[in-house]
């Protein structure tokens, strides 16, 4: 599995951005698929998570009601809505993979970076 993030960029304080992931090598189906970041001397943490059928969205609670994952299997991309942004929003973000959308990412993508002005 390969991933390629991208779409990030550099915004004010109260707009909007949208990630984009490309998803190559295996069969997109069979993958639960997340976006996680890492800010500047921090740890990398958990952001929001879609399942194999894209039924089921987590979200952690810093980005409830303002970010939105979504997936296309027609194209094989998953995105990451991001609006109302905020400066503690700034980080590079990563796509990842798991394989039967249980357990561990196990692939990760190269990251885009977010910069949220205030």
């Known amino acids: 599995v390969q991933l390629q993030a991208s779409g990030g960029g550099l915004v004010p304080a109260g707009g909007s951005l949208r990630l984009s992931c490309a998803f190559s090598g295996r069969t997109f189906g069979s993958y639960g698929l997340g976006w996680f970041r890492q800010a500047p001397g921090k740890e990398r943490e958990f952001v929001a998570a879609?399942?194999?059928?894209?039924?089921?969205?987590d979200y952690a609670d810093a980005v409830k009601g303002r970010f939105t994952i979504s997936r296309d299997r027609a194209k094989n991309m998953v995105y990451l809505q991001m609006n109302n942004l905020k400066p503690e929003d700034t980080a590079i973000y990563f796509c990842?993979?798991?394989?039967?959308?249980?357990?561990?990412?196990?692939?990760w993508g190269q990251g885009t970076q977010v910069t949220v002005s205030s």
């Open positions: 990842a993979a798991r394989y039967g959308g249980i357990g561990e990412y196990t692939t």
């Open positions: 879609i399942n194999k059928t894209g039924v089921r969205k």
